[in-house]
């Protein structure tokens, strides 16, 4: 499905993320914005459970990146997030240049543009531990996190 390039963006603790801490690690993604009313909250909750889901699992990643660069700073970020309650080890918000998340969200994860529009997919991408994207989920089906916590599992299990 593609293979997610290595990036550099930054985090909601203003700190500087690079991508290779990622590697060798399962990854969930999604794309929200903190002024959202419509299924970011929602998409944001369900990264929270699928946080708990996982907790047997410590190497399972969660990243939050915005669409809304010119508004979510790493401290806008960091209210969001509190709401949401991340482990700071596993779940990460990022933000950065508008053209760099751009390109992330168009070429490397296929999903939608970052132009401004604040349009964005709703779904969740579960990446392997070589950032080969395995599979999308759309965040408003039914079981859609019993589905992916499956799949989770048997990545963790099966490494490719």
Not at 49 to 64: F, G, H, I, R, Y
Not at 88 to 102: A, H, I, K, M, Y
Not at 127 to 152: F, N, P, T
């Amino acid at each position: 499905m593609g293979e997610i390039p290595e990036f550099q963006l930054t985090s909601e603790s203003g700190q500087t993320f690079d991508s290779k801490s990622l590697t060798g690690h399962v990854w969930v993604a999604d794309f929200i914005y903190t002024t959202c009313d419509g299924p970011c909250p929602m998409m944001s909750s369900q990264m929270h459970q699928l946080q708990t889901l996982t907790a047997e699992m410590p190497d399972v990643k969660l990243v939050s990146f915005t669409v809304d660069p010119a508004h979510d700073t790493p401290a806008v970020l960091a209210a969001y997030a509190k709401h949401f309650k991340p482990d700071p080890d596993r779940w990460c918000f990022l933000t950065g240049e508008q053209s760099n998340l751009n390109d992330l969200a168009l070429k490397g994860f296929k999903l939608n543009a970052v132009d401004g529009s604040m349009t964005h997919s709703t779904r969740f991408a579960l990446v392997d531990q070589k950032r080969r994207i395995r599979s999308y989920y759309i965040s408003s089906e039914d079981g859609v996190l019993k589905r992916l916590l499956h799949d989770i599992r048997q990545l963790e299990r099966y490494p490719s």
